[in-house]
């Protein structure tokens, strides 16, 4: 398959897609995680139709050119959230599954670091063939494993000075 191209708009429908999804199951949920980078937008969006808190844990597994390059999985050692407690049952979000493995330990590593969550559910917009993991919640299943490129990636090999350049 061809890489797959995602304009602001398809990647917005694609987020209520999602919105729409989680609400229609009937499961109850008091919290959002999102794993940044990739599931910021997703998270913060969900956040503002569900009215819910949203708690931010960062990650870091791509990098290179463009970040295409997987290397070892960093997961930070704080997150950041609003409320003075995290809640019981957690919405974990990202923007896609591609081998799994991000999901999956991060999905572990808060059911071992945070004894309040009773209940985690996870949630992506995208989930590949060649991911080891399965999200209670996708969007869209790519079974030909599609390279993605979202449309906020440009600003990957952009820097200050190159958008200043442009703007005058």
């Given amino acids: 398959m061809a890489d797959l191209y995602v304009s602001w708009s398809d990647y917005h429908k694609t987020i ?8 229609t199951s009937g499961w109850g949920f008091n919290q959002i995680v999102c794993i940044a980078r990739g599931g910021l937008r997703v998270g913060d969006t ?5 009215d819910l808190p949203l708690a931010i844990i960062s990650t870091q597994s791509y990098g290179g050119e463009g970040g295409t390059e997987r290397g070892e999985l960093k997961i930070a ?3 950041t959230m609003t409320t003075p ?9 990202d923007d896609l ?7 999956e330990i991060v999905r572990r590593h808060l059911l071992e670091h945070y004894a309040v969550i009773k209940d985690l559910r996870t949630a ?6 060649s991911s080891r993991f399965t999200p209670d919640y996708q969007v869209e299943f790519l079974a ?6 979202q449309p906020f990636e440009p600003y990957d ?12």
């Fill in 85 to 93: 407690s995290l809640g019981d049952r957690v919405l974990l979000v």
């Fill in 157 to 168: 090999l952009m820097s200050a000075k190159d958008l200043c350049s442009r703007s005058s």
């Fill in 124 to 129: 992506v917009l995208w989930r590949k063939a």
């Fill in 97 to 103: 599954v591609d081998s799994g493995v991000t999901l």
């Fill in 77 to 79: 050692e704080h997150m």
């Fill in 46 to 50: 969900l956040s503002r139709i569900f």
């Fill in 144 to 149: 030909e494993n599609p390279w993605i490129h």
């Fill in 16 to 23: 209520e897609r999602l919105a729409a999804q989680v609400h």
